[in-house]
């Protein structure tokens, strides 16, 4: 009897951390024909296979246009200092034109994925600031609030998008340092770190669930290593393999 207790428990155990883990789809679903990182291909993708979320990167260019990009330096391109012109001139290797955010949000109101939407560190911080004000307000005036989520490792701009976003609105911070109890002092949804700092710190996991935070790590692409995850009770797992994951949520 005891046996069968401690099997039906531990069963019972594992159907939760399966049902509390979703998928998000690192810069979109991009590993896919006619898809590219961060392009408005990859969010259609990630919304056709049923992702819960897409991540995506956000820069502001030196005249003040933000465009989604993840590298801070494209075809020779350094977007901080660049004009929005030049660089919305730039091709993905799937043949679409660099999106801005406005593009990437307009498409993402005909999708139901949730919008992960990841600001940069900019090394001109007024920049940044700026850049953490006008996505908000672009999210908001596009009706689109209650379906992003903001991510980033800029410890200032963290307590910025928790200061000028909706109250209630999720934002995770990436960089890995801060224990789940500093997260919660600034007011963030919770950790979204990188699957070697969860592992180094596991302790954390329960930690922010105990705080009533959530947890992402990320970029997850092994089997093994989201088998670990489910299994810890992530909430969220950023995986460049969205499929893959899906197939282990379902077994």
Not at 16 to 41: F, M, P
Not at 118 to 140: F, Q, S, T, Y
């Amino acid at each position: 009897m005891r046996k069968f207790c401690v099997s039906f428990f531990m069963t019972i155990s594992a159907m939760v951390a399966l049902a509390q883990t979703q998928v998000i789809a690192h810069r979109g679903y991009w590993k896919t024909d006619g898809s590219a990182e961060n392009s408005i291909r990859s969010l259609v993708k990630a919304d056709t296979i049923g992702c819960y979320g897409s991540e995506f990167d956000v820069w502001m260019t030196a005249d003040g246009e933000l465009v989604v990009n993840h590298d801070a330096v494209v075809d020779g391109i350094c977007i901080e200092t660049a004009q929005s012109k030049d660089v919305r001139a730039i091709n993905l290797p799937n043949g679409e034109t660099l999106p801005t955010l406005k593009q990437y949000l307009q498409a993402g109101k005909d999708c139901t994925t949730r919008l992960i939407f990841e600001l940069k560190p900019h090394k001109n911080r007024l920049l940044e600031v700026k850049a953490v004000i006008d996505g908000i307000m672009m999210v908001e005036s596009m009706g689109l609030a209650d379906r992003v989520e903001y991510i980033t490792f800029s410890a200032s701009a963290l307590e910025e998008i928790i200061k000028y976003a909706p109250k209630g609105t999720p934002v995770y911070y990436l960089n890995g340092e801060k224990t789940p109890q500093e997260l919660h002092k600034l007011g963030a949804a919770g950790m979204d770190y990188n699957l070697r700092v969860l592992k180094k710190h596991p302790e954390w996991i329960k930690e922010s669930h105990d705080l009533g935070m959530k947890v992402n790590v990320w970029t997850v692409n092994k089997e093994e290593d989201m088998k670990w995850c489910i299994e810890q009770g992530i909430d969220f797992i950023t995986t460049n393999e969205p499929e893959l994951l899906q197939k282990l949520l379902k077994k």
